[in-house]
């Protein structure tokens, strides 16, 4: 579903849409944040400051179109000085905006705990908006992103959500 179109409108409208915890406050609702999705549907949802019930005219929980991998986590590499938890992805492709990608790495650096995602091109930093997996989501835009060569790099400062064996999901939304 999402939240009216046109008035009126009224903090009700925001926490049927997107949940949130009582007492609500429209500072809980920034695009981005953990209840609204960074997606063009939500382009009128400011990511910080002023905030008002009319910038949510239309507004989405939906997070757009996904794509689910399964990583199987069964190895601890240690090369170029450092170990990671990693794994296999299946599939090792994902569709960022209309263009398939296939993804090189995804792993927790033990060294710097941090996570990593490598993909095969320089996609430019935009086509997705999270990356969720299990139940801890990654937002693109708060990852440090880079160009080394022909590959594009995301790094974020946590990668525990990555488990030290066994399977977890990995749903990329756009």
Aim: hydrophobic share 35%; no cysteine; glycine share 10%.
């Amino acid at each position: 579903m999402a939240v009216t179109s046109s008035a009126p409108i009224d903090i009700g409208d925001l926490v049927t849409e997107f949940g949130g915890s009582t007492p609500h406050s429209l500072t809980e609702y920034y695009r981005g944040g953990s209840l609204v999705p960074n997606t063009t549907a939500n382009n009128s949802v400011p990511t910080s400051g002023a905030i008002s019930l009319t910038d949510f005219f239309g507004a989405t929980a939906s997070g757009g179109t996904s794509d689910t991998l399964t990583l199987t986590v069964g190895t601890i590499l240690i090369f170029r000085g450092f170990s990671a938890l990693a794994g296999s992805l299946s599939p090792n492709t994902v569709e960022f905006d209309s263009w398939n990608v296939q993804i090189i790495s995804l792993y927790h650096n033990l060294s710097d705990g941090k996570l990593y995602l490598i993909i095969n091109q320089n996609s430019g930093n935009s086509g997705w908006t999270s990356m969720q997996i299990g139940s801890t989501t990654y937002n693109r835009t708060d990852a440090t992103y880079s160009v080394p060569g022909a590959v594009s790099n995301w790094v974020w400062s946590d990668g525990s959500a990555i488990p030290s064996s066994g399977t977890v999901s990995v749903t990329f939304t756009e």
